[in-house]
């Protein structure tokens, strides 16, 4: 037996109709704000993910050679991709230039329950402006997004990067060492942190309030810039109850340069971030300084979080399944079967030659709504028989009346 692969799943009927109810929520709220579809090739070459976050990553990517010698990998992720089609082919259209994607993803981890190998992400990249007014729109579009899939125990964290930055250039680090420091506070290693002179200030940095930050630095123009920002959400109906200030959200990728956030759903465990983003600066790579700012969900986490609250939510029209009874009712079936078709309502007709007994006892498995059964008699009056599979009971419809019958159900469902 073939099993598999490690990290990949088998999407379930039941789970690909949760997923496709979520999806389409999080198309709804990102078109509201004016975004746009855009899709990316699967593999790409891999110096785009070398130049984007450094050698290291070959170690977390699917990276491969391929039959012609080049050296390819598989997404693992859209940022990159995304800003290498903008500069392949949109540089020229107005900005701010809104994108969003969804679509998998492949990054070589250690699975566990809310890891994979393969997973989805859910994403949007807002190129040009470089503003507090759009740094709060990037932020407010993620929260409107995790409202409008119905989650409802998640938390945000916010930073500005540029904090940590002027922190530790005003302590003389480099570039190159700064890196190091965001990934200590990333992985949390508070040992290794306290090694440096700072360490123990730095620490206390990190956990600070807000009204706390301006104490650490000389410079004060990046905790003004998020108060800006924080003041511009209140516009959007988000404030300080919604979030948390916490510095030592820096977001592993190495391109983030100014204000970041992080969502985290409660319900989820160790694997509990369902979104993350910010501003960041990929643009070096094509010979461009070009702002850009963005996020994904982890699209498999957001269904996860929703878990079996999502059934009850799902807005689904009711499921007929016709059984024909005797085969001179065949042609009237079909006429019925067409006209529900053909007016968005699903329905569905055995192709086995059951008897009624069994096609109903299919109907009831298969949790139809309504088995739609035609014989002689209802050909002559010109009505279908209506059984709602869940009560049991049957009643004539009009033939006319059939279609609007199952509209009513669905708008009074
Ligand atoms: P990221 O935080 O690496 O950001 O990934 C986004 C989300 O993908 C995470 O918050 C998490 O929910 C989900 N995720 C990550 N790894 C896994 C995994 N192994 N299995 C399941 N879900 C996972 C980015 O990728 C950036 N490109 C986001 C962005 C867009 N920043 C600016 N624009």
């Known amino acids: 037996m073939i099993e598999r692969p490690r990290g990949t799943r088998d999407i379930s009927l039941e789970e690909m109709e949760k997923r496709k109810a979520v999806e389409k929520r999080l198309r709804f709220v990102v078109e509201s704000y004016g975004y746009g579809e855009v899709m990316t090739p699967t593999f790409e070459h891999t110096q785009l993910f070398l130049e984007k976050s450094g050698p290291s990553i070959i170690e977390e990517i699917y990276a491969f050679e391929d039959k012609g010698g080049r050296n390819i990998a598989l997404r693992p992720e859209f940022t990159a991709s995304v800003m290498r089609m903008y500069h392949e082919g949109m540089r020229e259209r107005p900005k701010p230039l809104k994108l969003y994607y969804f679509g998998s993803v492949f990054r070589y981890e250690r699975p566990q329950a809310g890891r994979y190998r393969e997973f989805w992400h859910f994403g949007t990249e807002l190129i040009g402006p470089n503003t507090p007014e759009a740094d709060a729109e990037n932020i407010a579009l993620a929260y409107d997004c995790v409202v409008g899939t119905g989650l409802k125990e998640f938390k945000l964290r916010l930073s500005n990067l ?84 916490d510095l030592s959200t820096v977001r592993g990728l190495d391109y983030y340069k100014g204000v970041v956030f992080e969502i985290d759903a409660a319900g989820l465990g160790a694997e509990k971030q369902i979104c993350g983003g910010g501003d960041y600066k990929l643009g070096s790579i094509f010979g461009t300084d070009v702002s850009a700012k963005g996020f994904a969900f982890g699209f498999d986490r957001v269904v996860l979080a929703l878990g079996d609250d999502l059934d009850s939510t799902i807005d689904k029209g009711p499921r007929c399944y016709l059984i024909p009874i005797g085969a001179e009712s065949e042609e009237y079936t079909y006429t019925v079967l067409d006209s529900l078709r053909r007016n968005g309502i699903v329905a569905d007709i055995d192709l086995m030659d059951r008897g009624i007994g069994k096609a109903l006892s299919y109907a009831d498995r298969g949790k139809f709504d309504f088995a739609l059964l035609i014989g002689e008699e209802e050909i002559e009056e010109e009505v279908v028989s209506v059984k709602d599979m869940k009560s049991g009971q049957q009643k004539n419809v009009p033939l006319e009346n059939i279609v609007d019958f199952m509209r009513g159900v669905y708008e009074s469902k």
């Open 162 to 245: 540029k904090i940590l930055y002027t922190y530790l250039d005003e302590k003389g680090i480099p570039d190159p060492e700064k890196n190091d420091i965001f990934h200590l506070i990333d992985k949390g290693d508070l040992e290794a942190l306290s090694n440096y002179s700072f360490g123990e200030e730095l620490i206390e940095l990190t956990e600070s309030k807000l009204d706390e930050l301006k104490g650490y630095l000389k410079n004060t123009e990046p905790v003004e810039y998020l108060i800006n920002v924080l003041n511009i959400l209140e516009l959007y109906g988000i404030s300080s109850k919604d979030y948390e200030i």
